[in-house]
């Protein structure tokens, strides 16, 4: 995992599951990872029909592809038919494993950025293979990201995060409580017809 947000997410999630293969949706917590909701999504997944929805999508995730995404299938915001998607969700779901992977997102000008995704197991009142928890996160901002949506996405890489490997060091959560907000909250945001862009006074 190589975003910070990733990196949080994970660790929360491998604090609350303890021993288990995955935590409950219940045990997620909203305040205790307020700074990583932005880029967070949680996926409702229906294995018999190989179909995975956006039950909740973060305001930076949204903004990646300019729309809402609550109540849409995961597999359309790739763009194009492909297996991609429901093959990560997948992997997560029945295997209860949490997987990371690097996605190659475009614009409809072909203007390219580097996204990591993080996927995480969750069970939902006692039953596995129906939740998965995420985070979308680009590796870095270029001037257009937010202003112009993402069209595609493309798969480059993937590697799974095994049940007992991949463990959070010792107190490595303790970062959720002192980092104010992650690396990637440099969005620009629409007010109306005016796009306000971070910044300060020098």
Known sequence: MKHPTSRLLHAYWDRLRGERAAPERGEIEPGAIRNLLADSLILAVDAPRAHASV??????????????????????????????????????????????????????????????????????????????LGALSPQSIPGWLGLRPLTRLDTVSMRVLGPIGDRVPDGAEAILRDLPEPANDTFPQRRGHLVVHPGGRG
């Open 55 to 132: 039950r909740l999508a973060g305001t930076r995730v949204c903004a990646l592809f300019g729309r809402e995404l609550k109540g849409f299938g995961f597999s359309g915001i790739w763009g194009e038919p492909t297996a991609d998607p429901w093959r990560l969700v997948e992997t997560v779901a029945l295997d209860t494993v949490g997987i990371v992977a690097g996605l190659r997102g475009e614009n409809a000008l072909g203007d390219g950025v580097d996204l990591e995704l993080l996927l995480l197991p969750l069970r939902h009142h006692g039953q596995p293979h129906v939740r998965v």
